[in-house]
């Protein structure tokens, strides 16, 4: 399938479940057009690449690991994202490639994630917590930092300030994240 073929397809989408899982199956089942939706994704921030990220997210809710081979690609542009309806779905994504590294179970992203992915992914998540977004990209942040600071020391005392700072003006979902994670970090 050509880019412009994909374009045409993406065209379709929707928010709901159904269109995006019937493009998900696709790609599923065709790796090959993880890289070109990455690539659409990340294009512009506009309609098209909102539909690329929303099928990319669902898919690899299915299979993180077609994630992998594009690591250096996905933490390079997680930024550049600026629209909420992209930057939802790009939040998740980090939060489901970091719970599956994370796992105690051995996993293949164990070995393709590095260092500097996991630097872009904390920079992006700092951004998304203590910018102006709505709470499911916060949410997802609070997640991420909190397995991110496995890693790096100064996370856990930061994330700990943020949520603490911003508990008393955050929303019912906020509160209910931000409570979750203060009290994986008492411990």
């Known amino acids: 399938m050509t880019k412009t073929d994909l374009i045409q397809k993406l065209e379709y989408i929707n928010h709901t479940r159904e269109k995006r899982g019937k493009m998900a199956e696709l790609a599923l089942s065709t790796p090959k057009m993880i890289p070109q939706l990455l690539e659409i994704a990340f294009e512009k921030n506009n309609n098209i690449s909102n539909k690329a990220i929303w099928v990319t997210e669902y898919t690899i809710k299915q299979n993180v690991s077609l994630l992998l081979p594009y690591l250096d690609f996905f933490t390079n542009n997680i930024q550049n994202v600026k629209q909420e309806q992209g930057i939802r779905p790009i939040a998740k994504m980090c939060e ?90 008492k411990r």
């Not at 599956?100 to 630097?119: G, N, Q």
């Not at 203590?130 to 609070?142: D, L, Y």
């Not at 991110?148 to 930061?158: A, K, R």
């Open 96 to 185: 489901l490639l970091l719970i599956d590294y994370y796992s105690k179970k051995e996993t293949a992203s164990k070995d393709s994630v590095k260092k500097v992915h996991l630097e872009h992914i904390t920079t992006a998540c700092f951004d998304w917590l203590i910018g102006e977004h709505n709470v499911a990209p916060k949410a997802h942040a609070m997640t991420c930092l909190y397995l991110l600071g496995n890693d790096f020391d100064w996370i856990h005392p930061e994330l700990k300030m943020i949520l603490e700072q911003n508990y008393v003006t955050g929303s019912a979902a906020y509160k209910a994240r931000a409570r979750r994670v203060l009290s994986k970090l």
